[in-house]
Nanobody, 121 residues
């Protein structure tokens, strides 16, 4: 069993910052890419940021230069630092992990339960 648990969401004013964390636990052999996605009411889920096992990153166009993704491999944790937040960033943010649970086994994408981030104007 693998679990991803997010924390750090909440309510913030426009221009403010939030830092999200997502810790993976359970039967984990290795974690490749980890990422953050978001979904606002009435919208499709969209990529916010991803970081691969080597530390390479990519970001959604709307968050570039404002958000930073990082990871601590020793803690199986991925972070998302969100600065200069806008009301349009309001959404449920979910983390993902591409995880192998045994050596030479398949890699599956696991998801956290999501955390609400609300930016007021």
């Amino acid at each position: 069993q693998v679990q991803l648990v997010e924390s750090g969401g909440g309510l913030v004013q426009a221009g403010g910052s939030l830092r999200l964390s997502c810790a993976a636990s359970g039967t984990i052999f290795s974690i490749n890419a980890m990422g953050w996605y978001r979904q606002a009411p009435g919208n499709q889920r969209e990529l916010v940021a991803r970081i691969n096992g080597g530390g390479g990153t990519n970001y959604g166009d709307s968050v570039k230069a404002r958000f930073t993704i990082s990871r601590d491999n020793a803690k199986n944790t991925v972070y998302l630092q969100m600065n200069s937040l806008k009301p349009a960033d309001t959404a449920v943010y979910s983390c993902s992990g591409d995880i192998m649970t045994r050596e030479a086994g398949p890699t599956y994408r696991y998801w956290g339960q999501g955390t609400q981030c609300t930016v007021s104007s």
